[in-house]
């Protein structure tokens, strides 16, 4: 084929942008306060209106979840072992390292793929203080099983949410469980404010606690009360993040009649099993995992580079599990035998290309290339 016909690269994601026209004026009154940072106009307006978006109570706005985390877990002051997934961003166990804190790895659900409550409990020790799920893929956890072991072993729950920006469960946003939730809204997000993250938190207090956590541990222009970090937001991210908020439903529809195409169309494809929502009465879309069975005619890995000859850019979250990377690797949690659903999903996924812009005649394309085993 020439190099014009050629289609164009496929992804697995793209960020959501609004016109450049409809930023400028952002940007215009950014350059005239020339406030560029350090809770500005634009990051005080933002942090109100995703309040009332994702209908919860208190919000602090970070730089990048992967902060929100390591400052969630400081805020909350958890020490020790903390409960967590092995099927996940490596930001997350990361998080727990970079506070001191022994991560336990408990294997998933093999249906949401989430951390399985039925097996927290036999990992708890005198030294767990806290649980670290994550609503993978934008799927909610069992948050009632979660919390009533939490409630029974006295255990704080501080959820992984980067992946769960809008979700909504059996009793309003998936955000408000726990002690704390973290949201990412990063590039590759279904809500993105270029990097950016946020902490949900219930009460004034505790966000308190988290702003000063955030700046250095200032509590006024001359007292410092933590050893804090710079976690901020800038302007630019919250005015994006405002201006972001007036299209998110749109992306969210778009998403879902992309996630009903491939449903439909790979529904008949023996060897490739779709995910089925875990409870959500309202989804995100924000990935399209698939299960790659032993009865395909690829394997996984073959899948894989079969799509990159045909340049669409799938991904395999999350493989290698965390806890297979050598920082990990030599704990007791993540010996072999301990993770068997997470080890097997994690060699048979296949996130596919969802991103509000895919053309449907390219998930047509991708689902037709499944169909035929990839030739
Ligand atoms: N917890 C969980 C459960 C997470 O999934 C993540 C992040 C975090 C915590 C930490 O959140 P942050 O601290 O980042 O806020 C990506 C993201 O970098 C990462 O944020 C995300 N999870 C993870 C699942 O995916 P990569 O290395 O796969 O991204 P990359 O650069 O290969 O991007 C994937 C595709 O997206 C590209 O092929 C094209 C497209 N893309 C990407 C970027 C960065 C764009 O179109 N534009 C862009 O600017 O990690």
Redesign the pocket.
């Known amino acids: 084929m020439p190099e014009q016909e050629k289609p164009a690269r496929i992804?697995?994601?793209?960020?959501e942008l609004p016109r450049l026209a409809d930023f400028v004026p952002y940007l215009q009154e950014i350059w005239d306060s020339k406030i560029l940072t350090n809770s500005g106009p634009f990051h005080e307006r933002f942090e109100q209106k995703l309040c009332e978006y994702l209908g919860v109570k208190h919000i602090a706005l970070?730089a990048?979840?992967?902060?929100?985390?390591v400052t969630a877990l400081q805020a909350l002051r958890i020490t020790g072992e903390v409960i967590t997934t092995p099927y996940?961003?490596v930001?997350?166990a990361h998080?727990l390292l970079w506070n001191g804190i022994k991560p336990v790895f408990v294997d998933i659900d093999p249906v949401s793929l989430n951390l399985d409550p039925k097996q927290i409990e036999a990992a708890i020790t005198p030294q767990t203080t806290a649980i670290m799920p994550?609503h993978?893929y934008g799927h909610p956890c069992d948050v009632d099983a979660i919390r009533t072991i939490a409630d029974t072993y006295g255990l704080k729950v501080i959820y992984?949410a980067?992946?769960a920006f809008g979700v909504r469960c059996h009793c309003g946003s998936v955000l408000t469980h726990g002690d704390l939730s973290?949201l990412?809204?990063?590039?590759?997000?279904v809500f993105t404010t270029?990097?950016?993250?946020a902490i949900v938190c219930p009460d004034e207090k505790i966000k308190q606690r988290i702003n000063y956590l955030k700046n250095f541990g200032f509590a006024d222009e001359v007292t410092v009360v933590a050893p804090g970090i710079n976690g901020k937001m800038s302007e630019f991210g919250a005015a994006l993040g405002l201006l972001q908020l007036e299209g998110v439903d749109r992306a969210f529809a778009k998403r879902r009649a992309i996630d009903e195409r491939y449903r439909a169309g790979l529904a008949v494809v023996p060897g490739i099993k779709c995910l089925q929502p875990a409870g959500e009465l309202l989804g995100n879309y924000a990935y399209f995992p698939v299960l790659v069975q032993p009865d395909y005619p690829l394997t996984r890995d073959a899948l894989y580079q079969k799509f990159r000859d045909h340049d669409i850019?799938v991904?395999r979250?999350?493989y290698p599990l965390i806890s297979d990377f050598p920082m990990y690797r030599g704990m007791p949690s993540a010996a072999h035998g301990n993770l068997p659903v997470a080890r097997k999903v994690a060699q048979q996924v296949l996130c596919l290309p969802i991103?509000p812009d895919l053309a449907h005649g390219e998930v047509d394309r991708i689902v037709d290339l499944l169909r035929r085993g990839g030739i």
Request: net charge positive; glycine share 8%.
């Open positions: 992804y697995v994601t793209r960020p970070f990048n979840a992967t902060i929100g985390l996940s961003f930001a997350t998080s994550v993978c992984d980067a992946h973290v990412s809204f990063h590039a590759t997000k270029f990097e950016g993250g850019f991904r979250y999350f991103y």
